[in-house]
């Protein structure tokens, strides 16, 4: 099990950058895939990006393919979101997360979670 505090995140206009870390505490870290997901007002809480134990990015939505990057030092216990050419629909709360299974592509897949951070991206 591992703790995990986000940073980063806020307000930009469209076509922004922004980057979200995800430090993690405890043990293990490097032993678990970790992923970032989203969640809109109304919305399900969906998965946007997936990376491996070993830095391999695994998975990235549609919505976000070409426009956002996932990466981890597990050095530094941490795992990124780079988001860019940010558009007003990728306003949501975004969290990270943790799971023992590689391909793991559900919220109820995934143990451990950030506290969220909220994104506002402004047209």
């Known amino acids: 099990q591992v703790q995990l505090v986000q940073s980063g995140g806020g307000s930009v206009q469209a076509g922004g950058s922004l980057r979200l870390s995800c430090v993690a505490s405890?043990?293990?870290?490097?032993?678990?895939?970790v992923a970032w997901f989203r969640q809109a007002p109304g919305e399900e809480r969906e998965i946007i990006a997936r990376?491996?134990?070993?830095?391999?990015?695994?998975f990235y939505a549609d919505s976000v393919k070409g426009r956002f990057d996932i990466s981890r030092d597990n050095a530094k216990n941490t795992a990124f979101l780079q988001m860019n050419s940010l558009k007003p629909e990728d306003t949501a709360v975004y969290y990270c997360a943790t799971s023992p299974i590689f391909r793991a592509i559900r919220p109820l897949e995934y143990g451990d979670w950030g506290q969220g951070t909220q994104v506002i991206v402004s047209s």
């Open positions: 405890g043990r293990g870290f490097d032993t678990f895939v």
């Open positions: 990376v491996s134990t070993s830095g391999v990015p695994t």
